[in-house]
């Protein structure tokens, strides 16, 4: 698993409110992703990052923000959580020899 | 618009039946192919493919890669329980190295 961990692993928050969620990777990679995870939407890539403080959208961007100060961190937040942000959050780590990805164990949000 | 499709979206076998899962894609700049099996957890990484007619192997599990029709499959033989999974396939693509996911195939082994 590449030592990738996040955090909070379960979030029950309210609609308006701001949540950030965090990644942590311990082999040094260049690459971490956030993605979340839907039935019938599979994986669908939110944002990424190729390095520190370079950070790029993915397909389903809207209402999400990113930053990466230190290689190993990769943060994701929630301006104003809304309903239909409640999902699956799976981080990704990616190193330069490869395109294998190595997911973190997921966060379980839920906004009401 | 880069799309990746899975198919079937479920399967149920019993114990022993070979299964075999297929991905197609329609993206530009095409760079591998990855499969993932995906328990009740985060996916982990089963194969990736990057050249065409050359099969991957792993014990039970098999996967092939044809670039001129754009699509993998993933073969597992002589299924156990502990095969049911979601079969997830990615693309990346060369241009960003983004990912691209299908809905994946959810595969049920019956004892």
């Known amino acids: 698993d590449a030592g990738i961990t996040q955090s909070p692993r379960h979030k029950v928050t309210e609609t308006g409110t701001p949540v950030t969620l965090r990644c942590h990777q311990t082999e040094n990679h260049r690459y971490m992703y956030w993605y979340r995870q839907d039935p019938g939407h599979g994986l669908r890539l939110i944002h990424y990052s190729y390095g520190v403080k370079d950070t790029d959208k993915g397909e389903v961007s809207d209402g999400y923000s990113v930053s990466r100060s230190k290689t190993e961190d990769f943060l994701l937040t929630l301006e104003s959580a809304t309903s239909s942000q409640t999902s699956v959050y799976f981080c990704a780590a990616q190193g330069d020899g490869g395109d294998e990805q190595f997911f973190g164990p997921g966060t379980r949000l839920t906004v009401l | 618009e880069d799309k990746v499709v899975q198919s079937p979206l479920s399967l149920v076998v019993h114990e022993g039946d070979t299964v075999t899962l297929n991905c197609s894609y329609e993206v530009t700049n095409f760079r591998s192919l990855l499969w993932y099996k995906q328990e009740k957890k985060a996916p982990t990484f089963l194969f990736m493919l990057?050249?065409?007619?050359i099969e991957k192997k792993s014990g039970r599990l098999s996967s092939i890669l044809d670039k001129k029709e754009l699509f993998s499959i993933l073969n597992i033989t002589a299924t156990q329980t502990g095969d049911s999974a979601i079969y997830l396939c990615?693309?990346?693509?060369?241009?960003?190295?983004?990912?691209?996911f299908g809905t994946g195939t959810s595969l049920t082994v019956i004892p």
């Open positions: 990057t050249s065409s007619g």
């Open positions: 990615a693309v990346v693509l060369t241009t960003g190295n983004q990912f691209y």
